[in-house]
């Protein structure tokens, strides 16, 4: 799929993979590259030769007419798996973010399924609101959530809060988008966490998000972010709406989808 991807393109990848840059969680050494083309699936990788970033490219040029070659390094960057013995839960939703702003130029992103990541072009989800918010969503709602039922339920949600936003029901649009905060940040928590926990009614959304940023599911502007969202989506009670004062307006929900994709992103890639 990745095989006609520009040079230019390549050598971001190559960057991205060697760790040097502000924001990428692991700098790779030569053997660490090395390491993560055979852990790909490479065959007979070559010794390493400095500098680090243009044996890379080298590399990821040679193999770019063998089908599924590059594809496979790109996947492995954004798996979980390449960090668990670095201990950082959040490596994999940080590397996949940067490589879908890079691939994005040429129609393509990273998305996670069951724990695992996959290609595909971009947009190409029935349930991602691509062009809502500045922060893409790469996730579907059978990526996040296992139950179909439940799935389709908060995806309801995801689509009414888009029917809302397009015909001005702002208060509307942003109590959905916090039911469907709840509703992912819950089944979260009833997977993820060991039990016996508490039932579904005593989980506030306030504790959901606490506990998903304790636990490491979500980065912390998500959590910061989302705690904003959650006194907004309390305007769903009249008298709290009387208190607040100004009513939420297009630019409220503009500001709430960024949470809400940022979310549903970490949790697909701390699934």
Known sequence: MLEALDDNVLQAIAYIACGDGDGLPVRRTGSDLAKLLQQAGWQNVPRFQEPRRAWLHGQLRTRRNQPGAIE???????????YI?????LASAQVTEELNRLLAVEGFEVAHSLGRPTIRPLGSAAAQPADTGDTALHATMTDLVRDPALAATLQQRLTEAQICERNGAWLSAIIMLGGLLEGVLLDAASERLPHP???????TLSKLIQTAYQEKWIQRDAHRFGDVLRDYR???????????????DKDTVSMCWPV????LNDLAATA
């Open 72 to 82: 496979a390094v790109v996947k492995r960057l954004a798996d979980r798996r390449e």
């Open 85 to 89: 013995n670095r201990n950082l839960p």
């Open 197 to 203: 926990q508490k039932p579904a009614r005593d989980w």
């Open 234 to 248: 309390n305007l769903v009670h009249p008298n709290v709406a009387r208190e607040f004062g100004d009513p939420p």
């Open 260 to 263: 809400v994709n940022a979310t």
